[in-house]
């Protein structure tokens, strides 16, 4: 079993559906990163969490550290928000200098 | 402008033939980091630095070798290619580390024949 594990693995939505990608981990972590991968492109990250909510624009992080759980949501979805979302956790006690990374969320958004 | 380079974005290269894949950062950034990504697997770390001439092994480091000499540069070399490290490499870079904010440069398409 994966330490990072996202669900769903591909998600199709249509334009101005809200969208939720989840993130869940095995062990304790201390931060957690949002990145986004457009097709072909190079990987933006979107948030960095330890705890709480953070707010973007249509963009909304959310971290429960007790559950062990992230979700990313995207409000009013757009087709220029198809990408493949990616979330990475540094460990506890763990290195500063490694990230754990889930294997990512492909989302289409259709017009 | 703030960013990460890579050179080359794209590479094809044959088994055994030495090759370097150059980083570089405009940040002022202490800490850098490669990845690799492959269908299926992922994002993993390969090498990483904390600071100039201090790096160390990430997740998957064999058949690759690093250098930091200067702040803003941090090279992937790797010595003799095999065609499992086929893949698409990422350089990183941050302020010092995994809690901050990362930044990626485009990516670097390699194939080893």
């Known amino acids: 079993k994966n330490e990072v594990e996202q669900s769903p693995q591909n998600l199709t939505a249509q334009e101005g559906e809200f969208i939720t990608i989840n993130c869940s981990y095995s062990?304790?972590?201390?931060?957690l990163h949002w990145l986004q991968q457009h097709p072909g492109g190079g990987i933006v990250s979107l948030f960095m969490?330890?705890?709480g909510k953070k707010k973007h624009g249509r963009l909304i992080a959310t971290i429960n550290i007790q559950e062990k759980h992230s979700s990313l949501h995207i409000t009013a979805s757009h087709p220029r928000d198809s990408a493949v979302y990616i979330c990475?956790?540094?460990?506890?006690?763990?290195?500063?200098?490694?990230?754990?990374f889930g294997k990512g969320t492909l989302l289409t958004v259709n017009p | 402008e703030a960013q990460v380079t890579q050179n080359p974005r794209y590479l094809i290269t044959v088994t055994g033939k030495k090759l370097t894949v150059t980083c570089s950062q405009n940040?002022?950034?202490?800490?850098m980091s490669w990845y690799r990504q492959d269908p299926g697997l992922g994002l993993r770390q390969i090498y990483y630095?904390?600071?100039?001439?201090?790096?160390d092994k990430g997740d998957v480091p064999e058949g690759y070798k690093v250098s930091r000499k200067e702040k803003r540069n941090f090279p992937l070399i790797l010595e003799s290619p095999s065609p499992n490290q086929t893949s698409l490499y990422f350089c990183?870079?941050?302020?010092?580390?995994?809690?901050?904010?990362?930044?990626f440069g485009p990516g670097t398409r390699l194939t080893v024949l």
């Open positions: 990183a870079s941050s302020l010092e580390g995994v809690t901050d904010t990362q930044y």
């Open positions: 062990v304790g972590i201390s931060a």
């Open positions: 969490l330890s705890s």
């Open positions: 990475a956790v540094r460990r506890p006690g763990g290195s500063n200098y490694k990230l754990t």
């Open positions: 940040m002022n950034h202490e800490y």
């Open positions: 630095s904390m600071n100039v001439e201090v790096t």
